[in-house]
């Protein structure tokens, strides 16, 4: 069997690092990634947090193409452990994420909203 190379192992793991390093989160929200050229409505933003259950709408506008941050949330959100129901809804134990799309003046509208089962 042959050694891994020095040089590949090292780049893979800059690599990783890189791409890992670059995902931004909501505040207070660290298993929700921000879509990099999004921002964060602060002022709308609605957290409600319990032991065993959290409320939580977040407005993220920007703009940018709505495929690319439909797709960014299709392939990313699984790796936080997110079940696809379909291409706006999520589950993950006992929450449920929904994600509402909307478009105006060449901007994307995106609201995010998690809530218990």
Do not use: C, Q
């Amino acid at each position: 069997m042959k050694k891994p190379n020095f040089v590949y192992i090292l780049i893979t793991l800059v690599l990783s690092f890189k791409l890992h390093s670059e995902i931004k989160f909501i505040t207070g929200i660290e298993d929700l990634p921000i879509f990099d050229l999004l921002e964060v409505d602060e002022d709308n933003l609605i957290i409600f947090d319990k032991a065993d259950s959290r409320l939580v709408t977040v407005n993220l506008f920007g703009t940018v193409n709505l495929g690319e941050v439909k797709d960014y949330y299709e392939n990313i959100l699984p790796n936080f452990g997110w079940k696809m129901i379909n291409k706006k809804k999520y589950v993950r134990d006992s929450e449920i994420l929904n994600l509402e799309y909307k478009t105006k003046n060449k901007k994307v509208y995106l609201t995010v909203k998690i809530k218990p089962k």
